[in-house]
């Protein structure tokens, strides 16, 4: 799930941006500061949404940078249990499926891709014995968060599964929609 948060820090703004726009300037500042950052709490940083305010500066003598006080929101991404996501298979592999959410991969066992025995070719395709499901790079598709750890901080696990009513390839959803569309008729 993506969130809006709102935080307040210090900010070092060297001499050498001074003459910069100050907003802006922050801004860069901040986002090197915190984009791409981790945490188990609030999960990882997209990017410095806003500057909400911007205290007076100070200069601390022996230093030359000033100092500012702002008031910034970010934008965060912190995946839920039970949450549905959207994304693109990137890889596919004996064990399972590499999946890109957009802000960070996920893994789908390949027990967790169909409701089938499942094949892997040489090729990188998973098949489905009796379904013939084909899940291939790049299909554009729907699964459910199992599992978040953050054991590694700098690399935390997502596990995913499509094994449900409705996930899966986005063109698995589509047909499975029609027959529920005609089951209901």
């Known amino acids: 799930m993506f969130y809006e948060l709102e935080m307040q820090s ?64 970010l934008l965060i991404f912190k995946p839920e249990i039970q949450e549905v996501v959207y994304g693109i298979i990137t890889d596919i592999t004996d064990f399972g499926v590499f999946f890109d959410m957009g802000a960070i991969d996920g893994m789908i066992h390949v027990s967790q891709t169909m409701d089938d025995f499942v094949s892997v070719s040489k090729v990188g395709v998973l098949t489905g ?31 995913l599964t499509m094994r449900q009513p409705l996930l899966g390839n986005l063109n698995w959803v589509t047909e499975e929609k029609k027959k529920i569309a005609m089951e209901t008729k």
């Open 10 to 73: 210090h900010i070092r703004l060297p001499p050498g941006n001074f003459n910069d726009d100050l907003s802006k300037a922050l801004k860069g500042k901040l986002n090197e500061k915190y984009e791409g950052k981790i945490d188990k709490e609030n999960g990882m940083v997209i990017t410095v949404k806003k500057i909400l305010d911007i205290g007076e500066g100070v200069i601390v003598p022996g230093d030359g940078g000033a100092f500012y006080d702002v008031k910034f929101k």
């Open 129 to 159: 014995k009796e379904s013939k499901q084909v899940l291939k790079t790049k299909d554009k598709c729907r699964a459910r968060v199992v599992a978040v750890s953050y054991k590694d901080i700098n690399n935390p696990k997502i596990g």
